[in-house]
C-alpha cells in the first residue's frame, strides 16, 4: 500500500509537469505560424487554428485537474490519447512536412507509456501509428507504392520505440519499488533509532561547531530543566555549565587526532534537577560533538548506600558490645546528678556525659535505622487532609506553640505514599524549620504549602522556614550522612528523609527562596 501511495504521488508530479509542458506546446503550435507569417503555407488554416485553439483549452483543463488529483488512472491513460488525435489533426491542416508531428507523437506516447507504467500503454504506439496512416491517406489522398515504404519505417520505428520504452518502464517500476522499500526500511530503522535514543536512561545533546543544538534526548531534555524548543539555540542559553566545559575542550575541534573524548564535570542544570556528569565524543571528523549526561546522583547514591551498608554491618556487630556500657554510663552520669554531696562545677560536668551518651545512642540507632530501612507500603491518599492531620498531632507532642501557617492546598491533590515515612520525614522538616526561625526571629514560624508544577505536572509540597538559610557550599551538602551544621545534630535527619522520598518515587530538594529561610521541596510523582 505504500509502495502505491508513494508512485502515484509521484505520478501526480509527473502528470503536473507533463500537463504544464503540453500547454506551453499548444501555445507554440498555435502561435508560431503566425510569428512566421507562414499561414499561406498551412494545409487548412482553419482547421488547424480551431484545432490549436482547442487543443490548448483541453491542454488548460487537463493542466488544472493534475491539481485537483482525482483520479490519478484515467487522467493518466486518457491524457496522451487526446495528445495523439490533436497532434494527428494539426499534422494534417499543418505544414507539408509532417516528421515534427510525427516526432511529437512518438514522444507522446513514450511519455504515456512511463505514466501508465503497464502494457496496455503499447496502445499509444498502435494509436500514433493509425494517426500517420490517417495523415498520409487523406493529405495525399491515400498511399502510393512510393509512399508505403517511408510510412513502414515511420510505424516500425515508432512500435519499436514504444515496446522498448514499455519495457524500460516496467523495469523502472520495479526499481523504484526496491528503492521505496529499502527508503521505508531506512526511515523505520532512523525512527527505531530516535526512539532508542529518547528513551536512553543516559542523555544525549549533539550540537555543531558552532554549540547549537542538532538533537537532545528526553533524558536530557528533562536533565537541564525542560528548555523550551532547543532545537537550533546556542548550548549556552539552554545550560551554560555545559557550554563553558566545552569551550575549555579546544582538542575536540582537531580532526587530526581522530575520535576525542573527554569527561567533564558534575554539575546541575536546576536547583531541582539531578546532578549530571558529562562526557564530550568528537563526531564527523570534529564537525559535531556528542555530549552524554550521566546521572551522577544515582552514582553518588549507590556509593554512599554501599558506605552504609558497611557502616551498618559494622554498627549491627558492636552496637551490642557499645549499648550495654553506654546505657551504664548514661544511668550513672544520672545517679550521680542526683547526689547532693556534687559541687555545680561537677553536676554541670555529669549532665554533659549524660547529653553525649544520649547522643551517642542516636546516632547508633539512626544508623541502625538507615541500614534496616523497609520497602515503604504506599498508599493513595488526599494531601491536604494528610497535612491537616499532621500538623495537629505535630502540634500536640511540642512544649510551645508553633506559628504554621498552611496556604491553601487544593483539595483535588492526591498522593502515593507511606504515610507513617512522609510522617517521618515531615517531622524532621518541621524540627529544623521551627529550630532554625527560632534561632533567627525568636519565634517558631512555619509555612506549608502544595501544588503541580506547571512545566512536569508533578505535585510537589514545600516546607518554607523563615532561619538563616543555607548556603550555596551546604546546599550540596546537607543531604549527606554525617553532614551538619549543628553542634548538637547527627547529620542523619535529612539523609534519612531523602532516602524515604526516593524509596516513595519522590524527590527531596532544597530550592532558593527570595526572602530568606530555607525551603525543602517533595516532588511527588504523578505517573500513576
Partial sequence: MRNNNKKIEFGWQFLRYYGATRVILCLLLLLLPYFFQAQDRLYNVDIYTTTAISYLIVANLLMFMAFVEHQFRIQAMFPPLLDILFIAILAYAGYQSTSVYILLMALVAIVGIFLVRHRIGIIYGIFACAAIVFIRNYRLDGISISDFSDVSLQIAGILAVTVLANILARRLTDYEAKTIEQSYSIEKLNELNKQIIDKMNRGVVVVDNEFKVQHINQTAWYGLGLPEDPIGKPLKTIADELDYQLQTFNTLHDTSQGEVKKEGLPFRATNTGPQLLPNYISLAEGEKILITLDNYSEVLKRVQQLKLASLGQLTANIAHEVKNPLSAVSQ???????????????????????????????????????????????????????????????????????????????????????????????????????????????????????????????????????????????????????????????????????ELCEANQARLDCIPVAFGGACFRISFDNSH
Avoid: M
Fill in 332 to 498: 550513672a552520669s544520672q545517679l550521680l546528678s542526683e547526689s547532693s554531696s556534687l559541687s555545680k562545677d561537677e553536676k554541670e560536668l555529669t549532665a554533659i556525659i549524660y547529653r553525649q551518651s544520649k547522643r551517642i545512642n542516636e546516632i547508633i540507632e539512626n544508623v541502625q535505622k538507615v541500614s534496616k530501612s523497609k520497602p515503604p507500603n504506599r498508599e493513595q491518599f488526599e494531601l491536604k487532609e494528610f497535612i491537616e492531620s499532621f500538623t495537629e498531632e505535630y502540634r500536640q507532642g511540642l512544649t510551645f506553640e508553633p506559628q504554621l501557617t498552611i496556604e491553601d492546598i487544593n483539595s483535588s491533590l492526591s498522593i502515593q505514599f507511606d504515610k507513617c515515612q512522609l510522617k517521618q520525614i515531615l517531622s524532621n522538616l518541621f524540627d529544623n524549620g521551627l529550630k532554625y526561625s527560632f534561632l533567627k526571629t525568636k519565634e517558631y514560624r512555619l509555612h506549608v504549602t502544595a501544588g503541580q508544577d506547571p512545566v512536569s505536572g508533578d505535585l510537589f509540597l514545600d516546607v518554607i522556614d523563615e532561619g538563616p538559610g543555607i548556603s550555596l557550599e551546604d546546599k550540596d551538602k546537607i543531604f549527606e550522612p554525617f553532614y551538619t551544621t549543628a553542634h548538637d545534630g547527627t547529620g542523619l535527619g535529612l539523609y534519612i528523609s531523602k
